[in-house]
């Protein structure tokens, strides 16, 4: 390969380098290009030529007088024109991001769709356990021991990895964990009071509260649409509530207070999974404990032993040896269904998973009233459906 520069400068042939002496060594990688350039022979006939080499300064080729060292400004590389290299780059093509999205929604889709039909079961068998057994304190401390054991059995014969945590770990996830067992405890007292249609209707009201939380407690603001769309979710929640048969405030109050804190644990938990080793399904894990040292001593001091073994007794009787399978079955629902939807949380934003749980307490209300035969007037129905409407229309202004 033959290269020529030619920039403007001094002019010089092969003797009149063979005449240059620098003061220093000139490095051997450079004397060794000379030759090759400067003289070449023609393969035909034995005369030697002689080209002039242009060279736009002296201090290319060592230090001479006056002249100071310097770097190369531009380093040049060549190499044979059968043997190119491409261009390594990581570019994405429009096909494969088009791909990769798609991977990712059907991805969030499946887990949903589990979410779902893991939470209609639990309901089901959760409220089949509180009509029998009325102590939700000790029904909700029942689920997170449950869960606990389960995660604890899979680390230690390694059906799942054991997170690596650390104590900045614990302490960014303990007010999580207060949040999760208000709203759990919350939840499954509205159970006990009040039917499963209308304590998830009043809960499909949690975008309203997630808004109203971002928006005054962590400065966040929104659209217009997203302020008007939860209009008809606090209607309909209203309607439903006021012309619902089996009113009851106890219930009504934990719905809402169920809302309110499991707003605050979403959010808790996205800021803390941020960052950290630890995904979806060991986050919840270690949720579980945390909670349930937490929540232990509670329910011992509001219900305690001895309410628990007279209704365990009464329970035995009246249902029989089914009434362990339920409890049994409702606290290992209860566990999974909420590992999936952590799962899904690790891949969707904290109001994106509102969402989700809003729409699925569609399928929990259907199955409800039609298991338990719930009582539902065209007026209850309406308000139901209105908030629901809300939800979605909440879902299409967000996006």
Request: glycine share 6%.
């Amino acid at each position: 390969m033959m290269c020529s520069v030619r920039p403007s400068g001094t002019t010089l042939t092969v003797s009149d380098v063979s005449r240059l002496r620098p003061k220093s060594s000139v490095p051997q990688s450079r004397i060794s290009l000379f030759p090759s350039m400067l003289s070449a022979k023609k393969p035909d006939s034995g005369l030697w030529t002689r080209k002039p080499l242009y060279i736009s300064s002296l201090q290319g080729f060592g230090s001479f007088e006056g002249a100071k060292p310097r770097k190369p400004i531009i380093e040049c590389k060549a190499y044979e024109a059968d043997r190119s290299q491409p261009i390594d780059a990581n570019i994405e093509l429009p096909d494969q991001k088009a791909r990769s999205a798609a991977a990712q929604k059907l991805k969030i889709g499946i887990y949903f769709a589990i979410w779902w039909a893991l939470n209609v079961v639990f309901n089901i068998y959760n409220k089949k356990v509180l009509n029998a057994f009325p102590y939700p304190w000790l029904t909700s401390t029942l689920s997170l021991a449950t869960g606990s054991l389960m995660m604890l059995i899979s680390w230690a014969t390694r059906i799942a990895e054991a997170p690596k945590t650390d104590l900045d770990f614990w302490k960014t996830l303990f007010p999580v964990a207060v949040a999760h067992t208000i709203g759990h405890v919350a939840a499954t007292v509205s159970m006990s009071k009040v039917a499963v249609s209308f304590t998830h209707i009043i809960k499909s009201g949690e975008p309203a509260f997630s808004v109203l939380v971002s928006r005054f407690l962590l400065g966040e603001t929104f659209p217009a649409a997203v302020y008007l769309s939860l209009l008809p979710i606090i209607g309909g929640c209203a309607l439903a509530a006021v012309t619902e048969l089996n009113f009851n405030m106890t219930g009504f109050m934990g719905a809402m207070i169920s809302n309110l804190a499991f707003v605050f644990r979403n959010i808790f938990s996205k800021r803390g999974m941020k960052g950290k080793s630890v995904g979806g399904m060991n986050y919840y894990a270690c949720l579980s404990m945390l909670s349930l040292l937490i929540l232990t001593p509670f329910a011992i001091a509001v219900e305690g032993p001895q309410m628990w073994a007279a209704g365990w007794e009464k329970a035995i009787s009246q249902i029989g040896p089914h009434f362990i399978w339920w409890v049994a079955a409702q606290s290992v629902f209860y566990h999974l269904y909420n590992q999936v939807s952590y799962m899904s949380l690790d891949e969707i934003s904290p109001l994106t998973f509102s969402i989700g749980n809003t729409m699925k307490r569609i399928s929990v209300i259907v199955s409800s009233i039609i298991i338990f035969h719930t009582p539902v007037q065209p007026i209850n129905a309406m308000g139901a459906a209105i908030a629901i409407l809300g939800t979605f229309l909440y879902s299409q202004a967000k996006q």
